[in-house]
């Protein structure tokens, strides 16, 4: 995975969901975390067959560390007064600027009072921003990961003395000969200093092997 485009990004953490009412319209909207088009699409399909009785399932989803694929759906709503004021509310979202892989869908129930393109437009997008401002949120960040192996005699101090210093170990195996960490360090930086930074933090009793980058959840 090359280095080029955004290194980190933010998405939910969690589901969320809130319901508001105006002039007796219910707009109830749910907020999942999805990683591709396919999910998107079903948590929207799941949503249509939880509330088949309401007269709109309008949505929006954004994918990728650099947004790419934006997609949104009026559902029957006068065009352009749900999927895209949905959309610019999840693009905009000041509490998280760059969140993506996140599909909101809010269901309408008509209350028999006609809101018109603007207050449809209103409705949608605080709908929306109401439902990310209870939805907590994490940073995805792109790292590049490191396999040690460690001696058992001080494979427990090490690792601890490692995550002190700021690195993620995403994986621990324990192994016939000894222990086998992986750990994620920002993809910025430079392998060797990173490998130089582990041989001082291990006064040099074990391996490094440089592997490869992934993003990685920072909770």
Same mark, same amino acid.
């Given at each position: 995975m090359g280095l080029s /485009? %955004?290194?980190?990004? =933010?998405? %939910? $953490?969690a589901s969320g969901e809130h319901e508001i009412e105006i002039k007796r319209s219910r707009f109830l909207c749910a907020v999942r975390r999805v990683e591709t088009e396919e999910e998107a699409r079903a948590t929207i399909a799941e949503r249509r067959r939880a509330f088949h009785d309401a007269r709109h399932t309008c949505s929006a989803f954004l994918l990728g560390p650099r947004r790419d694929? $934006? =997609? &949104? &759906?009026?559902? /029957? #709503? %006068?065009?352009g007064t749900a999927g895209a004021p949905m959309l610019d509310a999840l &693009? =905009?979202?000041h509490g998280a600027p760059d969140l993506s892989d996140t599909v909101a869908v809010v269901t309408r129930w008509f209350g028999g009072i006609l809101l018109g393109a603007g207050g449809l437009t209103r409705a949608y997008a605080q709908c929306v921003a109401e439902t990310l401002e209870r939805t907590p949120i994490l940073t995805r960040e792109l790292r590049r990961r490191y396999e040690l192996r460690l001696g058992y005699g001080v494979a427990g =101090? @090490? #690792?601890?003395e490692i995550r002190g210093a700021g690195m993620a170990v995403t994986e621990t195996e324990h192994l016939p000969d000894g222990v086998r960490l992986v750990l994620a360090v920002a993809a910025a930086e430079p392998p060797d200093a990173v490998a130089a930074r582990i041989?001082? @933090?291990t006064s040099g009793r074990c391996d490094v092997t440089v592997a490869d980058t992934a993003w990685v959840d920072l909770r």
């Open positions: /485009g %955004p290194t980190s990004y =933010r998405v %939910p $953490a694929v $934006a =997609r &949104s &759906s009026d559902d /029957g #709503e %006068p065009a &693009s =905009r979202f =101090r @090490l #690792e601890t041989d001082a @933090l």
